[in-house]
């Protein structure tokens, strides 16, 4: 609870995103708005827990997304980024 | 990243129906999951507890089963001071019902048909969703040959001994090197201390038969293992990481 410093990888956060997305975007491709990086959510780096998530490019550590997560309202944050690409399943 | 197309997530209620103890401070819960639509071996679900006040805690756990029916296995060690593995270890019972959310993870997943060589490698309880791999490869008509290596602090740490030692000792089974970190017994067949480039360079494939890498445990051990790799020769995209720790979004 204590060991705050290290990042865990953006898959842990698909679920909580997934109170916005309706699914799981851990696989969903974000290209980063410091370097051009281009990669699944789940490969960037995650802090913060519940109800605030920061996720960085792992490369240059430009933060690409922040999610504040009040219940009754969830803030998405995407001004790091310069595209986010979601895969949607079909009916 | 993925050839399938997430599915919507919701939660969902599961039903404990069996609990094991694996060691002193980790145990398994067996959940049967209505309405489960399978899984694929390296994915997560989410546990939310809700107390009688409102207040709500929710963790990420690996899947350590294959997949089966509507039956998912989660491996859950006890973190200190924590809010929720207490609760999972010591007080739930069998036919006790859970909110769970899942499966998730369209990126730390091993699809069986891929031919390339497995190297598995767990620091710690993060062997959960290795464990998940190495069952689905079991049941898998034609697996790549595959090799776990697997860390842990002393020898009453390791999880799924016995179905691993099973394991591996079976026709076409995985190759497994045990490592201890904080103990030498006198008798003893693995490795000893933390693994290292050496190590991995022993026990992995070499780089040329395109191997495949899943590296699961806390962070730094993830991230120096990842970084040897890479300075092995494996290429970036085949090492799949997943980091836990005791805080997070997992734990």
Known sequence: MTDEVHPLDGNAAAGPLSRLFTSDVSGAVVVCGGCGREGAIATLALYGRDTGLVLRCPTCGTVNLRVLDTGPTIHLDLRGSVRMSVRLALD | ???????????????????????SQVATLVLDVPGWPGHRAGQHVDLRLTAADGYQAQRSYSIASANDGTA???????????????????????????????????????????????????????????????????????????????????EASIIYRDELDRMATATG???????????????????????????????????????????????????QVAADLVALGYPGERIRTERFGPTGAVG
């Open chain 2, 1 to 23: 990243m993925t050839s399938a197309a997430p599915l919507p997530l919701r939660w969902r209620t599961a039903t404990v129906i069996a609990r094991r103890p694996e060691t």
């Open chain 2, 72 to 154: 998912v296995a989660i491996t859950v060690e006890r973190v200190a001071d924590g809010e929720v593995s207490p609760f999972l270890l010591d007080e739930v019972r069998i036919s006790d019902d859970l909110e769970l959310r899942g499966p998730i993870g369209a990126y730390f997943v091993w699809n069986p048909e891929a031919g390339n060589p497995l190297l598995l490698i767990a620091g710690g309880s993060g062997v959960a969703p290795l464990m998940s791999i190495l069952r689905a490869r079991a049941q898998a008509p034609d697996p790549p040959a595959a090799r776990l290596l697997y860390s842990s602090r002393d």
């Open chain 2, 173 to 223: 089974g995985p190759g497994i090197l045990y490592t201890l970190t904080r103990e030498r017994p006198t008798v003893w067949s693995g490795a000893l201390g933390r693994i290292d480039r050496a190590m991995l360079e022993r026990v992995g494939f070499p780089p040329t038969d395109e191997p495949l890498a899943f590296v699961c445990g806390p962070t730094p051990f993830v991230e």
